[in-house]
């Protein structure tokens, strides 16, 4: 009986001893979690191009809407649409070609073009053609149904269509600076209007975003 008490306590002091050396190593892994966790932060600010900058970030939507805006602002300040207005008597047709992505980042030139496009139409002082390919061919086929189906005197049909005076084309570029440990970056939006009688450049216009992201070492 001594002998079973014997072992009986033995078991127990392993037991616990287990206990003791799994709550130690717990309580190590939790504090190594947290320590990891926390010793790195980050945040991005907006900055203007004369603040000296750190650790960049990525081009987001909002990026696409303030660089839309700024370009708009500026063709509609420059001289090239009132000028074709007063030699044509009518407002120019424009049509957005190609927003080329020379950046080092996937970046959606879409949205930006649906920001220019939206608030350049809302000015009142162009009109837009669509230039998408599938946009005219949604047109060219419903104008195919008109003809067989529709009242003569509701058919549009082809032939009648309204040319584009001007072509929107341009590019989005990225390049970054380093300094002292740190790393700015920088996104430089090109626009040009081509015109599409004589394939002049008749207006351009470029608007850079900087960008500054702080990360800290230790966070807590």
Request: proline letters at 1%.
């Amino acid at each position: 009986m001594k002998k079973s008490g014997l072992f009986s306590n033995g078991g127990g002091m392993l037991s616990m001893q287990r206990k003791s050396s799994f709550l130690s190593v717990m309580s190590t892994a939790l504090v190594l979690a947290f320590f990891l966790g926390g010793c790195s932060s980050y945040s991005v600010k907006r900055v203007s191009l004369d603040t000296e900058g750190g650790v960049t970030s990525r081009w987001t939507d909002t990026d696409a809407r303030l660089t839309a805006k700024t370009l708009i602002r500026k063709a509609l300040g420059s001289s090239w649409m009132a000028d074709f207005r007063q030699k044509h008597g009518r407002k120019p047709v424009v049509e957005l070609g190609q927003m080329i992505n020379r950046s080092d980042q996937h970046i959606n030139t879409r949205i930006f073009l649906n920001h220019f496009q939206d608030d350049l139409i809302n000015s009142g002082k162009v009109i837009f053609v669509t230039g998408s390919e599938s946009h005219r061919n949604a047109a060219s086929s419903e104008r195919e149904y008109q003809m067989k189906h529709a009242r003569s005197s509701t058919i549009h049909s082809p032939g009648r269509q309204t040319g584009a005076d001007f072509l929107l084309t341009g590019s989005i570029n990225s390049y970054t600076a380093s300094r002292g440990g740190k790393t700015v970056r920088f996104y430089e939006t090109h626009l040009k209007a081509i015109s599409l009688n004589s394939n002049e450049i008749i207006w351009g216009a470029e608007y850079r975003v900087k960008k500054i992201a702080h990360q800290s070492g230790y966070g807590f």
